[in-house]
């Protein structure tokens, strides 16, 4: 038995090392070395405990791992690509949005159309639901890149007031109440946070009145795309942009 | 400048990266260190997987928390290609930050329960 525990090292390692292709090379250039010594630990301690069966979960906790980490890596890749104007800005956006959705229901149609491919292109459009589905479960990327992290007291479908930060300024998106309707507006008032003003330290939201702050504009509510996790709400980075640039913040 | 930054814009910090701050807390540490730390922390229940572990250092990199040491403590044992990082300032300030945080929500849960605040029903 004992020269098998070399042999089944060094395989897992080459596995593993075969994996780490699925990261950007950027980050596999700064950090895939260690990972592959922190992987051989891993499995010199899996072995030591559980022997062969002890190798193969952690193989299999690995590429779970892999598929949980990998696709917010691309999606920051993705933005830094976006940044650099080597993708055109609109498309990225658009991208950064709606990219694997967008590609797996592509791989989808094509698969319905094209009856040889099907299987594997079900199973890759599944891999991509999966992943996107990975992204946005909370707690393992967030704030994920492409979307901006908002301060709310509460997670409303639509908030009534929230505070986001927009490079070095803070804006304050506020709906007023229209007592003719007897409802709320349908626009957001923009106002940006003064140096020194008075807020609350953890929504960001005013302490008085914010009538003072400086305007920057109005927004319709239904421009914006909010997104709910059980402990923090965000906007769309894409649709936060589209709706400052129709005032020029 | 990290003096000027306000560690409450970084809140709440998701899992990973409280938990690698959290065992940075004790001194330096390489990867392998930290997942070890995490794992006994947590009896077990949380393991990070080489993936997640090094996507949050390198958020925590990128964002100061946490900076890479550039001594050895054994450098004739350790692998050249193994790295220790440890806490900065600020990344101290932000976990402080998030324990405040997470001890007012605590505190807010036991009381809106009837808990008392060592455990058990009052």
């Not at chain 1, 589905?133 to 639509?158: M, N, Y």
């Not at chain 1, 709910?228 to 980075?237: A, G, I, P």
């Not at chain 2, 220790?84 to 976990?95: A, E, I, P």
């Amino acid at each position: 038995m004992r020269p098998a525990v070399p042999a089944a090292l060094r395989l897992s390692a080459r596995a593993y090392a075969w994996l780490l292709r699925a990261y950007p090379a950027s980050f596999r250039a700064e950090f895939g070395g260690e990972m592959a010594l922190v992987f051989s630990d891993c499995c010199r301690a899996a072995w030591r405990c559980g022997g062969p069966r002890g190798v193969w979960r952690l193989l299999g906790r690995t590429v779970l791992d892999m598929l949980a980490s990998a696709p917010p890596l691309w999606a920051e890749r993705l933005e830094e690509a976006m940044r650099g104007n080597r993708v055109g800005r609109g498309m990225g956006l658009w991208l950064a949005d709606h990219g694997l959705a967008g590609a797996g229901l592509a791989l989808l149609v094509l698969g319905a159309t094209a009856w040889p491919l099907a299987l594997p292109l079900g199973w890759t459009a599944l891999g991509l639901a999966f992943f996107a589905w990975v992204a946005e479960a909370d707690g393992i990327a967030l704030p994920r890149p492409g979307r901006a992290v908002i301060r709310t007291c509460g997670c409303w479908e639509t908030p009534l007031a929230f505070a986001v930060r927009h490079g070095d300024v803070v804006l304050l998106f506020t709906r007023d109440e229209e007592p003719d309707r007897g409802a709320w507006s349908d626009t957001y008032t923009v106002r940006q946070r003064p140096d020194g003003a008075d807020v609350d330290p953890k929504w960001e939201l005013p302490l008085v009145s914010p009538s003072e702050w400086s305007l920057r504009g109005r927004t319709p509510v239904t421009t914006l795309c909010f997104e709910h996790h059980e402990r923090v709400s965000y906007v769309t980075r894409g649709s936060l942009e589209r709706s400052l640039a129709c005032f020029a913040v | 400048m990290d003096s000027r930054r306000d560690p409450e814009s970084l809140l709440p910090l998701p899992d990973a990266e409280l938990e690698i701050l959290l065992a940075l807390v004790g001194g330096e540490a390489h990867g392998y260190a930290m997942m070890q730390a995490v794992e006994q922390r947590s009896g077990g229940r949380t393991r990070l997987g080489p993936g997640t572990l090094y996507a949050a250092l390198k958020r925590l990199l990128a964002g100061r928390l946490i900076e890479e040491s550039e001594e050895r403590r054994d450098a004739e044992r350790d692998h050249a290609r193994r790295r220790y990082y440890r806490l900065s300032d600020f990344g101290s300030r932000v976990l402080e930050a998030e324990l405040d945080r997470l001890t007012a929500l605590v505190r807010h849960g036991r009381r809106r329960l009837r808990l008392s605040p060592l455990g058990g029903r009052s």
